[in-house]
């Protein structure tokens, strides 16, 4: 099955700095990958996604970009606010049973936003 | 669309009981996830169906865990007997399919204790 590696597992930066967060994948067929915000007490919430055929795409100040060959992808964030403060999962959709596809997330990184 | 429904929020039993989780996932949608979320262990995905049926349940902790989508709107996951091990949030999330090119939608959680 799949199998996604996520670092770092906690990641502090100053307000205004960028902060990137990386994942791994094991299997070559999963075709889309997204990334979720999840903050304290809430449920995770899908900020960005991509595409097994794109190699980057941004929103704001949000992006992500992917390398199938060596099978990464990462998140990047541009100029942090304290409101960025939560804990990311990046996830990779890979075939299972009977034609369906199933999600594998990362173990999280838990991203502080000093003010 | 109220986004996908979970009851009860809190739970809060004694071991030994049987404990009943409720979701009720976004109109159209013909996959659902169940996932259980610890410090611990992260996200781990502990079944899901599509078009209502059981697809993979090898995330399962062991057969005090059973889980039913007896149609198109409602699913259940029960532990009985339940055990203080099993205190976690649990959360059912749902999506179309499109061949696993889509946003998985998570509700709220159900926060279960087990004392």
């Known amino acids: 099955g799949e199998n996604v590696e996520q670092h770092p597992s906690t990641l502090s930066v100053q307000e205004g700095d960028s902060a990137v967060i990386k994942c791994t994948y094991s299997d070559s067929a999963s075709n889309y990958f997204p990334w979720y915000k999840q903050e304290l007490g809430k449920r995770p919430q899908l900020i960005i996604d991509?595409?097994?055929?794109?190699g980057e795409k941004k929103d704001q100040r949000i992006a992500v970009t992917l390398n199938k060959t060596a099978k990464h992808f990462s998140l990047h964030i541009t100029e942090t606010q304290p409101e960025d403060s939560a804990v990311y999962f990046c996830a990779a959709s890979s075939p299972g049973g009977a034609g369906s596809y199933q999600l594998t997330f990362g173990k999280g990184t838990k991203l502080s936003v000093i003010p | 669309d109220a986004g996908v429904i979970q009851s009860p929020r809190h739970e809060v039993t004694e071991m030994g009981q049987e404990v009943t989780l409720r979701c009720k996932p976004i109109?159209?949608?013909?996959?659902l996830f169940w996932y259980r979320q610890t410090m611990m262990r992260g996200l781990e995905l502990l079944i899901y169906f599509n078009n209502n049926v059981p697809i993979d349940d090898s995330g399962m902790p062991e057969d005090r865990f059973s889980a039913k989508m007896p149609n198109a709107s409602f699913s259940t996951l029960k532990i009985q007997p339940s055990e203080p091990r099993d205190s976690a949030v649990y959360f059912c999330?749902?999506?179309?399919?499109?061949?696993?090119?889509?946003?998985?939608?998570f509700g709220p959680g159900t926060r279960l204790t087990v004392t």
């Open positions: 999330a749902s999506r179309a399919g499109l061949a696993g090119i889509s946003e998985q939608y």
């Open positions: 109109s159209g949608h013909d996959y």
């Open positions: 991509i595409r097994s055929n794109v």
